[in-house]
C-alpha cells in the first residue's frame, strides 16, 4: 500500500447550480458576421469543519458575453456549478491546491458551453483552456 501523498484530493460531485443563456431577440443573422466573446471566471470556497481532512465547497462561477463587431449584444451565458472537494490530509497548503479543483470543474464546462451554443443555432464557442496557476480562489471559513 502506497503513502498518500500531500495535496491528493477527491472530487465528490459537481453539480449544476445555474446555467441561463439569453440571446438577443433583434439579432438578424447579418449581426452574426463575426461574433467577439469576453468572459469572466471567478470561484469562491467554504471551508467545511471536519477534525480528519480538508473539505470545500467550491462555486465556479463564469459569464460570457458575445458581441458583434458594432458591439451589439448577441447572447450572454451565465453559470455556476457547485463542488464538494475533499483534500486527503489536513494541510494548510490544501487552500492554494484549489486551482487544480476549479481547473477540473472549468473543464467539465467547456463541452457544455459548446454544446448550447451550437444547439441554440450559433457557431460553437469553444472556451480555450485557462491556466488556473495565478488563479486566486476566495475561501470562506465555516465557524
Do not use: C, W
Not at 449581426?31 to 470556497?45: C, P
Amino acid at each position: 500500500m502506497s503513502k498518500i501523498k500531500q495535496g491528493a484530493f477527491q472530487i465528490s460531485s459537481i453539480e449544476i447550480k445555474k446555467f441561463n443563456f439569453e440571446q438577443n431577440q433583434e439579432i438578424k443573422e447579418d449581426d452574426i458576421n463575426e461574433i467577439k466573446f469576453n468572459h469572466t471566471i471567478g470561484a469562491i470556497a467554504q471551508k467545511k469543519d471536519n477534525k480528519e481532512k480538508d473539505k470545500f465547497l467550491v462555486q465556479l462561477d463564469l459569464n460570457i458575453k458575445a458581441n458583434n463587431n458594432n458591439n451589439k449584444n448577441i447572447y450572454n451565458i451565465s453559470t455556476s456549478i457547485v463542488s464538494l472537494i475533499e483534500f486527503e490530509v489536513k494541510d494548510e497548503q490544501n487552500e492554494f491546491l484549489l486551482n487544480n479543483a476549479v481547473a477540473i470543474m472549468f473543464s467539465y464546462l467547456r463541452p457544455m458551453i459548446a454544446q448550447i451554443t451550437m444547439l441554440s443555432g450559433f457557431p460553437p464557442y469553444h472556451l480555450q483552456p485557462v491556466s488556473f496557476e495565478q488563479f486566486k480562489v476566495n475561501i470562506i471559513n465555516n465557524n
